[in-house]
């Protein structure tokens, strides 16, 4: 492999033996499956050519097997997702695969498609540079916020809700990243179903925990940390 290049293809390698006889192996089929066949024992006066890469493709995301990959021309998107890609993961959101390709003269701009990867007819075409990304269904989960006193300065962040989430659940893994300067007996949840904020004791929930003390969350709950200067809260038509 040390003298191949980026765009060598090792798909359909031509051996030329002496007596002139040529075989096409598949190199890949070897490495990935053990197909010894497909990996010849060379022989003096042997000939190998390599053809350039006619069709590369990047798969990436909840695969079990990400890569940049070459595609015969019978190999299709199911075969890049279950062969190269060795299937998808369970947590794979399936039906919403991206296929990203790059400008050409054909499509100037560029595009991005949408693909499940689990219907019958998932036959999406794929062309050379294509990116192809399964994305995980953490992507597609609702959402709670942390704003104000997190990592040094007066932030938003958003955290993917989970069934049971608790607001111990959600603080604690930045515990380390909440400045000295916050003012944790202060903090409240907005929450997205009352018009009144709820106010709660992050101090016992982070370092003297009582359940009692703790607040399940719902999607698009808000957990606010006010600063220890100053705080106020804003009601109304407001985001």
Do not use: H, N
């Not at 030329?16 to 499956?33: M, P, Q």
């Not at 053990?34 to 006619?54: E, F, H, S, Y």
């Not at 199911?78 to 794979?92: E, M, Y």
């Not at 009582?210 to 109304?236: C, H, K, Q, W």
């Amino acid at each position: 492999k040390a003298f191949l290049l980026p765009t060598s293809s090792t798909r359909a390698v031509v051996l030329r033996s002496a007596d002139g006889k040529e075989t096409v192996y598949d190199l890949f089929k070897a490495e990935r499956f053990g197909q010894i066949a497909q990996d010849p024992v060379v022989a003096p006066g042997d000939a190998i050519t390599l053809r350039r890469a006619g069709r590369v493709v990047v798969l990436e995301g909840e695969v079990f097997r990400p890569g940049t990959y070459e595609l015969l021309p019978a190999e299709d998107f199911s075969a890049l997702i279950s062969v190269q890609g060795a299937g998808l993961r369970d947590t794979a959101q399936a039906d919403r695969v991206q296929i990203t390709r790059k400008a050409s003269d054909a499509k100037t701009a560029g595009g991005i498609a949408l693909v499940d990867a689990l219907a019958k007819d998932s036959q999406a075409a794929l062309f050379d540079g294509d990116k192809v990304r399964v994305p995980s269904m953490d992507e597609y989960l609702p959402v709670v916020y942390i704003e104000g006193a997190v990592a040094g300065e007066y932030s938003v962040q958003r955290v993917a809700w989970r069934d049971g989430m608790r607001v111990a659940d959600l603080i604690r893994p930045l515990r380390d990243r909440i400045p000295a300067s916050a003012d944790l007996k202060k903090a409240f949840v907005s929450k997205s179903t009352a018009d009144a904020p709820v106010s709660i004791d992050l101090e016992k929930i982070l370092y003297s925990y009582d359940p009692a003390y703790d607040l399940p969350l719902e999607p698009e709950d808000r957990l606010v940390i006010p600063l220890g200067s100053m705080y106020v809260f804003v009601t109304g038509e407001v985001q």
